[in-house]
T-cell receptor
């Protein structure tokens, strides 16, 4: 596609449930990033993939959060046992390996009730 | 660790006014600096960047100069338009962070509203 696509655009879930958020990067982009943006804050880094492997997952807040990118393209961010504090906008970005710019998707707004 | 502090908003200006949004940073290593913009209903877009001291990034009439001595990267525009209304984020990328250029540390964002 023309840009980074994230689905769903909105997700409401009950506390304790499991959710998956999907990111389709720009075709050919080997680097993929997940960020989380809470209301009134800037985005915070979660995890970075180079190809299929997570090169840096130091931003994942705890072991309820996990992300995969099995074929080096689409990535899924998985959150287990969701908590109300997980409510935020989840952003995905992609770039070429030594790209001059990272391109962001429009995000998935997750609300945990 | 790395951090970015930017001027808190909201900022409200009249069309054709001069804009400054202050941004200062703390970083280990030698960061690249960015301004991102988020227009209503859209995703984050790169506005401009600078990769070394004294570099000036510019785009769409906006400018920012990388000042190592003051650890600053203030955003300026000489004459704002209604269409510039958006949230602006200052960010840094520390190249020492494992080779990833886009492991970014963002400021909290500044909402700019330009009235006709």
């Amino acid at each position: 596609g023309a840009g980074v696509s994230q689905t769903p655009s909105n997700k409401v879930t009950e506390k304790g449930k499991y959710v998956e958020l999907r990111c389709d990067p720009i075709s050919g982009h080997t680097a993929l990033y997940w960020y989380r943006q809470s209301l009134g804050q800037g985005p915070e880094f979660l995890i970075y993939f180079q190809g299929t492997g997570a090169a840096d997952d130091s931003g994942l807040p705890n072991d309820r959060f996990f992300a995969v990118r099995p074929e080096g393209s689409v990535s899924t961010l998985k959150i287990q046992r969701t908590e109300r504090g997980d409510s935020a906008m989840y952003l995905c970005a992609s770039s070429t390996q030594d790209g001059t710019e990272a391109f962001f998707g429009q995000g998935t707004r997750l609300t945990v009730v | 660790g790395n951090s970015v502090t930017q001027m808190e908003g909201p900022v409200t200006l009249s069309e054709e006014a001069f804009l400054t949004i202050n941004c200062t940073y703390t970083a280990t290593g030698y960061p690249s600096l960015f301004w991102y913009v988020q227009y209503p209903g859209e995703g984050l877009q790169l506005l401009l960047k600078a990769t070394k001291a004294d570099d000036k990034g510019s785009n769409k009439g906006f400018e920012a100069t990388y000042r190592k001595e003051t650890t600053s990267f203030h955003l300026e525009k000489g004459s704002v338009q209604v269409s510039d209304s958006a949230v602006y984020f200052c960010a840094l990328s520390d190249p020492s962070s494992g080779g990833s250029n886009y492991k970014l540390t963002f400021g909290k964002g500044t909402l700019l509203t330009v009235n006709p």
